[in-house]
């Protein structure tokens, strides 16, 4: 069995930062990519940002220049660093892991952006 858990969301101003964690536990053989999405109310789950099992990174268009993901390996985790925090950013922010045996999501954590 493969655990999926994000944490690190919560309450900001815009124009301040965040740090989202996620860590991969149990029955793992190999991660093979690790990814953040977000979703808001009313809209569908979107891509933030991933990075493959050879640290290719793909971020999307609106986080650009304001979000790093990175990857700790030996820890199987994955960050997502986010700067310049705008009111549109506030979002369930998921945390997805592209496994050997299959893709797993986590239970999601709220970041709320307050102009």
């Known amino acids: 069995q493969v655990q999926v858990e994000e944490s690190g969301g919560g309450l900001v101003m815009a124009g301040g930062s965040r740090r989202l964690s996620c860590t991969v536990s149990?029955?793992?053989?190999?991660?093979?990519?690790m990814g953040w999405y977000r979703q808001a109310p009313g809209t569908q789950r979107e891509l933030v940002a991933s990075i493959s099992s050879d640290t290719n990174m793909n971020y999307a268009d609106p986080v650009k220049g304001r979000f790093t993901i990175s990857r700790d390996y030996g820890k199987n985790t994955v960050y997502l660093q986010m700067n310049s925090l705008k009111p549109e950013d506030t979002a369930v922010y998921y945390c997805?892991?592209?496994?050997?045996?299959?893709?797993?999501w986590g239970r999601g954590t709220q970041v709320t952006v307050s102009s």
């Open positions: 997805n892991a592209a496994l050997y045996s299959g893709v797993y």
């Open positions: 149990g029955n793992i053989i190999r991660i093979n990519s």
